[in-house]
């Protein structure tokens, strides 16, 4: 689908950005075709697939103008590193194991945020302090914090009614998760009951993935459908 879309504006994207989808059609291609060769060949497709993905992001940043097109761009991107976030603290964090430090290492290891952690606090890895860092934490563009301010940043940017008293849908939505976020307690979330599990961290992130959802699909029914009333 991504190939798809690009194709129907290529001529709208500079040549270096086009010849950067090609690099990572390719190699999309070498990793489809290279799948059952074994752990070391995937990783090594999945590398250079990482570093086109991320070449072509920086030529996005770098090369497209500020304008509603961009904005949309960066807010689908936000919203889906916020609800991939939101899905990977769920699946590692909402359940503990027996050995936490080794899903805590790689929890920061995907989020690179590694290095931040062991120079902000200098102490072995501890739930609440990660949950800090990936979860709350405005400062870390690797956050679910950062994300939700993006958006936020973004939304009341897009065109709007000045007739309109109210805040729109995706307004309320944005506001919503942003605040629910700058509220919440680490320690607290981080904190496991007695079944072994931590509810409040769980409860809360389902939510906001829920919220993220229903925002994206506020975006596209406000700005993205091009539909009159029937």
């Known amino acids: 689908d991504a190939m798809r879309l690009t194709y129907t504006v290529r001529d709208r994207i500079a040549v270096e950005m086009w010849r950067s989808v090609q690099r990572i059609s390719q190699e999309s291609t070498h990793l489809k075709n290279n799948w059952g060769r ?6 090594g497709h ?4 990482l570093s086109g993905l991320n070449g072509f ?24 590193r916020a609800l991939q976030g939101c899905q990977l603290l ?3 964090l909402a359940k503990p194991g027996d050995d ?13 945020s590694i290095m931040t952690y062991r120079n902000r606090y ?15 934490d405005e400062t870390n563009p690797r956050s679910i914090g950062f ?3 993006c958006i936020m940043e973004h939304i009341t940017q897009l065109p709007a009614d000045e007739n309109r008293a109210l805040r729109s849908v995706d307004s309320r939505i944005a506001l919503s998760m942003q605040s629910t976020l700058r509220l ?18 769980h409860r809360m992130l389902a939510k906001t993935g829920r919220q993220l959802l229903d925002l994206s699909d506020a975006i596209s029914g406000q700005y993205l459908v091009h539909a009159g009333l029937p």
């Not at 920086?58 to 807010?75: C, Q």
């Not at 200098?122 to 709350?136: I, R, S």
């Not at 919440?184 to 961290?201: D, I, P």
């Open 38 to 43: 074994g752990d070391t060949v995937r990783l």
């Open 46 to 49: 999945l590398d250079t697939l």
């Open 57 to 80: 992001s920086g030529l996005a940043a770098e090369s497209m103008t500020r304008a509603d097109g961009w904005r949309f761009l960066d807010l689908g991107r936000r919203i889906e």
């Open 90 to 92: 769920n699946a590692t």
């Open 100 to 112: 936490e430090s080794v899903s805590l290492e790689l929890l920061l290891e995907i989020a690179d």
């Open 122 to 136: 200098l102490a072995t890895l501890q739930p609440a302090p990660v949950l800090d860092l990936l979860l709350t």
């Open 147 to 149: 994300q939700l301010n």
């Open 184 to 201: 919440a307690q680490v320690y607290e979330l981080a904190e496991v009951n007695r079944n072994g599990s931590r509810e409040k961290l």
